[in-house]
């Protein structure tokens, strides 16, 4: 069985400061990994999926996320926040057994940004 | 290009009575199509899950039933619906490529029963 842990339920940022939202995952195998974001009242958007191409995974908006094995860890970074990055941010796995691609989603970091 | 459509976007419902939530996809075939639930503090939850017309899995036991009655279409339902229904519902689809296919989220439907 697969599980994701967000490290942080809520995280305040200055405008301009490094975002830092932090992701575990646990699996006896490496899954696939993906970030998504959640602005008030919204569905789920994509930020970036790890697929195992590449470690280092570039995604919408100037997020990226590194995949490290030896840490099971998929954190996403923004170097400068803005206002507009304020929402939840939700990070998931999928089994790379799993036909189905269903998602298991970890319990989700609120991001404050303050000017 | 793909989009998926969600209604009704907000309804308040009494204790005991019926839920129908609908859902379409366009701009695809044969896609996966999923049902979540986000309830307050408790993260996103997976309720079922189909990989085609009439086929469906259930995940958790529940007040709560899913139909996929064409390709493209799927319906959420309850026959009565109690307070714990409360949350917001997300329709999502997926290509049917295998695993780690990227899931693609409706707007949400608002429940609240009361």
């Not at chain 1, 942080?8 to 696939?32: D, I, K, T």
């Not at chain 2, 939530?21 to 896609?31: A, D, F, I, K, M």
Request: aromatic share 12%; with cysteine; net charge neutral.
């Amino acid at each position: 069985a697969q599980s994701v842990t967000q490290l942080g339920s809520h995280v305040s940022v200055s405008e301009g400061a490094l975002v830092l939202l932090r992701c575990n995952y646990s699996s006896s195998v490496p899954p696939y990994l993906f970030w998504y974001v959640q602005y008030p009242n919204q569905g789920l958007q994509l930020l970036l999926k790890y697929t195992s191409a590449a470690t280092l995974v570039k995604g919408i908006n100037g997020f990226e996320a590194e995949f490290k094995k030896s840490e099971t860890s998929f954190h996403l970074t923004k170097p400068s926040a803005h206002m507009s990055d304020a929402a939840e941010y939700f990070c998931a796995v999928s089994a790379p057994t799993d036909s189905w691609g269903k998602l298991q989603f970890g319990a989700g970091t609120q991001v404050v940004v303050t000017p | 290009s793909q989009t998926i459509h969600q209604w009704p976007a907000t309804l308040v419902q009494p204790v005991g009575s019926p839920l129908s939530l609908e859902c379409t996809v366009e701009g695809t075939s044969n896609p996966n199509l999923y049902w979540y639930r986000q309830a307050a503090g408790r993260g996103l939850q997976l309720l079922f899950y189909s990989v085609g017309i009439g086929q469906i899995s259930s995940e958790v036991p529940q007040n709560l039933s899913a139909s996929r009655p064409q390709d493209r279409q799927f319906i959420l339902s309850s026959k009565k619906l109690l307070l714990s229904d409360s949350g917001f519902y997300l329709c999502a689809w997926g290509g049917s490529g295998g695993p780690g296919n990227t899931i693609y989220f409706g707007e949400g439907s608002w429940l609240t029963v009361v």
